[in-house]
């Protein structure tokens, strides 16, 4: 079986087969429209509290939604140079799974599905469809995608999509998030969730010694004596990268989750919409 048919075959027995009984969706309970937020009250479903607001005010807060027969699902895939980049296998190719796994679960739901590929220009959309097939379609030009030497523009991507879409929309936006993103104002009009692919080696790389190493995205080549002090020294960058984006994310309300490329998508998935 080709790269493709592997992706698909696996995330539509995951989707249409595994998350079955306790588990229909990984976008259960997300069929609603965000109404406004109000305080909690006695008996009222913990699972509604906005956590966010309820630290930022010191009292909780819920979210008050309606209920919509149909919900606007965006799958963003951004594919810069530094997803080139794996030890077990692509970033790129993670990326793919995570769209597939959302695609799929989307369809299975009834909702509308509409896909975009960015870098720091829009290099493709599909229309909204329920259609199987435009799961394939999305999947096979991620794989197919020569991400090198390719930049990330979050302004232009948040941009892009606050201008273009206009029905209120779940999107999910997936990529490595090298770069932190400025959302705020499409979370305001939208609801963003950001999942971030990565690979363990980028975060903790081991001691290499004397290397060149090349930069997927600039394609600057950069030589020197890797030790343990400087990969160490890359590491605590990295970790202090994250904390900011975690920070930033937080405070613009946008929920995230992290998966690792030797890891199954699946599972972070289900866990970030079932609030755990």
Do not use: C
């Not at 965006?74 to 030890?87: A, E, K, Q, R, T």
């Not at 979050?154 to 999107?171: E, G, N, V, W």
């Amino acid at each position: 079986m080709s790269k493709l048919q592997k992706i698909l075959v696996r995330a539509r027995r995951q989707v249409f087969s595994e998350m079955v009984g306790n588990n229909p969706s990984i976008f259960q309970g997300e069929g609603y429209d965000f109404i406004e937020l109000r305080e909690y009250m006695a008996g009222d479903d913990i699972r509604k509290i906005d956590w966010n607001i309820t630290a930022k005010m010191q009292r909780p807060y819920i979210k008050i939604f309606r209920e919509e027969r149909e919900l606007s699902v965006v799958v963003v895939s951004i594919l810069n140079g530094s997803v080139h980049f794996g030890s077990k296998k692509f970033k790129q190719e993670s990326i793919a799974e995570v769209a597939a796994l959302l695609g799929y679960s989307t369809l299975k739901n009834g909702d509308l599905l509409s896909s975009y590929i960015f870098t720091d220009e829009m290099i493709s959309h599909s229309k909204p469809s329920k259609k199987l097939h435009s799961v394939q379609r999305s999947v096979e030009e991620i794989l197919n995608f020569d991400a090198i030497n390719k930049k990330v523009d979050f302004k232009f991507i948040a941009d892009t999509l606050f201008k273009r879409l206009k029905r209120r929309s779940l999107i999910l936006i997936v990529g490595d998030y090298f770069e932190i993103p400025d959302f705020r104002l499409l979370a305001k009009k939208h609801e963003v969730i950001s999942v971030i692919v990565r690979d363990h080696l980028e975060e903790n790389p081991p001691s290499m010694g004397f290397a060149s190493l090349v930069d997927p995205q600039s394609g600057a080549v950069l030589e020197g004596d890797f030790n343990d002090s400087s990969v160490r020294a890359y590491s605590q960058k990295v970790a202090a990268h994250d904390h900011k984006l975690f920070e930033v994310l937080r405070k613009e309300g946008i929920r995230f989750t992290k998966v690792y490329t030797d890891a199954t998508p699946s599972v972070a998935l289900r866990r970030l919409f079932e609030g755990r």
